[in-house]
């Protein structure tokens, strides 16, 4: 069994129809044939929210993938509803709307330091509205950190377009900028490669969801930096509300 995963065609998908393909009795939850939900990875955390059937309104606690599955998990002590049965699916979207944002800032945070500076990002992970990132940096100021603020911000007002795109294997390795972003690093039977674009300034392999518009985003802060390492730097930044 293979859950269709909406989101990753429409990220604004709030609510959407499915059937119940399976229950998991072990991780109390249910298998949809489609879902919206992000089940987590890439360093955003999976959606939460409510699926209704049957005139009942179950509480999704998280999502989790599965191989191919997306598994919706309930609060312990509530009944599973049974397999075949038709859903509605509703996310949290308050909760995932800010991860789409904070994501979104993560990847004009990794296209200018790439840009002005050539540091390759080497690791990262967020909550809603706060992220950080490790950089290959060997010297980290505040005067730099001021830089960086000033330039991720003015690309937040350039108003950039941020694309997604599904790309067959051999097309998305002849990429230069995917190659750098160590899509050699996936999977060897891996088909075909989700790629997110922010037109002019940053394209990665990725399978999370993202804002439209670099301006959804708003402003971000650089809050903290600090080394993790001789040329490892950690910056961290917070969206506002
Ligand atoms: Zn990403």
Known sequence: MTTKLLYQTDSYLQSFEATIASIDEENHGLILDQSAFYPGGGGQ?????????????????????AGDEVIHILEGGIPI????????????????????????????????????????????????????MDFEFETMRKELVAEIETAINQEVNNT?????????????????DLIRTKINLLPQGI?????????GLDLQADGGTQVANTSEVGRIRVVDYKSKGKSN?????????
């Not at 955390?45 to 993938?65: L, M, S």
């Not at 075949?84 to 800010?98: A, L």
């Not at 950039?160 to 230069?176: H, M, N, S, T, Y």
């Not at 088909?191 to 922010?198: A, F, H, K, S």
């Open 45 to 65: 955390p999976a959606d939460r929210g409510i699926i209704k059937t049957g005139g009942k309104e179950y509480p999704i606690f998280r999502a989790r993938k």
């Open 81 to 132: 509803p049974p397999a075949g049965f038709p859903v509605n699916g509703q996310i949290d979207w308050k909760h995932r709307y800010q991860l789409m944002r904070t994501h979104t800032a993560m990847h004009i945070l990794c296209g200018v330091i790439f840009r002005d500076y050539g540091a390759l990002v080497t690791g990262g992970d967020m909550d809603p509205l706060q992220g950080r």
């Open 160 to 176: 950039r377009p941020v694309r997604v795109k599904i790309l067959p294997r051999e097309e998305a390795f002849q990429i230069p």
């Open 191 to 199: 088909r075909e490669v989700r790629v997110v674009e922010i037109v």
């Open 233 to 241: 730097k950690r910056i961290y930044v917070e969206l506002l509300e």
